[in-house]
């Protein structure tokens, strides 16, 4: 298990990719073929639109609270099979870990959902890290948008360099 030390939390509140609004999300994502959601607002948002990531990544929680009665049903009916993991808040369990390792091994669109018992706040991390050059990563940024991230060599050296400090 990883857990995120205090002296880094700062560093994750800078955006690792691109921010964009709804709008502007949906209209990249329909020319991505692989793309993993992390995040109840963002997996509903593609959802909605009929975009299936290969995986999504939710804890039934928004920054809100409580996602509503619909998200839950429609974030429900996605995925061919279904994992559900713990993870506590502030850390990246070995469950979530394993279970993101093993989303990327199968880039079928509609795969698999990934719900969390506890947070999925740090789960960019091990996406952007494992994930191939052709996925695509998406979540939310609270209250500014959505962070679209390519997992190019860049990328990966900066989640590398947060992981190893956890």
């Given at each position: 298990?990883?857990?995120?030390?205090?002296?880094?939390?700062?560093?994750?509140?800078?955006?690792?990719?691109?921010?964009?609004?709804?709008?502007?999300?949906?209209?990249?994502?329909?020319?991505?073929?692989?793309?993993?959601?992390?995040?109840?607002?963002?997996?509903?948002?593609?959802?909605?639109?009929?975009?299936?990531?290969?995986?999504?990544?939710?804890?039934?929680?928004?920054?809100?609270?409580?996602?509503?009665?619909?998200?839950?049903?429609?974030?429900?009916?996605?995925?061919?099979?279904?994992?559900?993991?713990?993870?506590?808040?502030?850390?990246?369990?070995?469950?979530?870990?394993?279970?993101?390792?093993?989303?990327?091994?199968?880039?079928?669109?509609?795969?698999?959902?990934?719900?969390?018992?506890?947070?999925?706040?740090?789960?960019s991390l091990p996406v952007i890290f494992l994930a191939p050059s052709v996925v695509t990563i998406i979540y939310?940024?609270?209250?500014?948008?959505?962070?679209?991230?390519?997992?190019?060599?860049?990328?990966?050296?900066?989640?590398?360099?947060?992981?190893?400090?956890?």
């Amino acid at each position: 298990m990883r857990i995120l030390p205090e002296n880094l939390r700062e560093t994750l509140k800078k955006p690792i990719g691109k921010l964009v609004q709804e709008q502007e999300l949906i209209q990249l994502l329909k020319k991505e073929k692989y793309i993993v959601s992390i995040g109840d607002l963002v997996t509903y948002t593609l959802l909605k639109n009929n975009i299936k990531p290969i995986f999504c990544i939710v804890d039934f929680h928004t920054r809100r609270g409580e996602c509503t009665e619909e998200m839950i049903k429609k974030i429900k009916s996605f995925g061919k099979k279904h994992m559900v993991v713990k993870n506590d808040p502030a850390t990246i369990s070995d469950e979530l870990w394993n279970a993101i390792d093993h989303g990327l091994n199968n880039l079928e669109p509609g795969f698999m959902r990934i719900e969390v018992i506890g947070e999925e706040d740090l789960a960019s991390l091990p996406v952007i890290f494992l994930a191939p050059s052709v996925v695509t990563i998406i979540y939310g940024l609270p209250d500014k948008g959505v962070l679209v991230v390519s997992p190019n060599k860049k990328n990966k050296e900066l989640t590398k360099e947060i992981l190893d400090k956890m």
